[in-house]
């Protein structure tokens, strides 16, 4: 592990599979220590990438699933059979096969309008964590080659929002073009920020971000005000930064 002016803690890999083990590696020490604090672990998913490396290697451990909340970072608004649903990803890959308590998952509502969606998931988180400022215990996160993270696209309105901590998009740039989506402000307030990043053809953004700190890309925004900014790279995803 090492560090860049950025803060970010970098765990880099020899490749994407020891990427994964050693993600969820982490992943479940954080939740070990929530647990032991708070007595659960509160943790929000993004898709991508992500759902693949969790599922792969999570059902191999011993996991209090019954401690775990589960969240999502942004959602696709749409129907759970359709293929692009990030809930019904996890589900069918990490959820059904280790019997996290399904009251313990919390879902996008595809049947509201977008607007809906995001004022009902917003009241949701709030009411589950019991204030108007919930701090995540863990948030994991992907990047896109754009820059973007979450459902929070360069140069879009959604940047800037700062009342809210889900909001709703109805252009994205990335189809499809209805999103629900966690919002900076909360994103600056979890406990860890976790971003998983593999492949070459990453490591352009990934110096961009960490390195260059570009605050054109989403990504690079994203610095815990209390929290800990870690990235899981594997090396060819960190292939041109420098010292490291």
Not at 160 to 181: C, H, M
Request: net charge negative; hydrophobic share 35%; charged share 25%.
């Amino acid at each position: 592990m090492s560090s860049l002016k950025s803060a970010a803690n970098l765990h880099i890999s020899a490749n994407a599979s020891a990427c994964a083990g050693d993600l969820c590696n982490f992943i479940i020490e954080k939740s070990n220590e929530a647990i032991k604090k708070n007595g659960f672990f509160r943790v929000g998913l993004s898709g991508g990438s992500l759902v693949k490396f969790l599922s792969e290697e999570l059902p191999k451990k011993n996991i209090e699933w019954s401690k775990w909340k589960i969240f999502f970072c942004d959602e696709r608004h749409v129907p759970e059979d359709h293929p692009e649903c990030t809930f019904t990803l996890y589900d069918k890959s990490l959820f059904s096969k280790v019997g996290i308590p399904k009251e313990n998952v919390f879902k996008n509502d595809s049947n509201l309008t977008v607007e809906q969606a995001a004022e009902r998931y917003e009241k949701l988180i709030k009411e589950e964590f019991e204030t108007d400022s919930p701090r995540f215990d863990m948030l994991l996160l992907g990047m896109g080659p754009d820059g973007h993270t979450c459902s929070l696209f360069p140069n879009h309105q959604l940047l800037n929002v700062k009342d809210k901590i889900v909001a709703f998009i109805k252009d994205s740039p990335k189809p499809p073009p209805e999103r629900i989506t966690l919002t900076m402000p909360i994103l600056l307030n979890c406990d860890n920020a976790v971003f998983c990043s593999c492949g070459d053809g990453k490591k352009e953004m990934v110096k961009e971000v960490l390195e260059n700190q570009n605050m054109d890309f989403p990504a690079a925004r994203v610095q815990p005000v209390k929290g800990s900014l870690h990235w899981f790279m594997d090396k060819g995803a960190a292939g041109l930064l420098s010292n490291i």
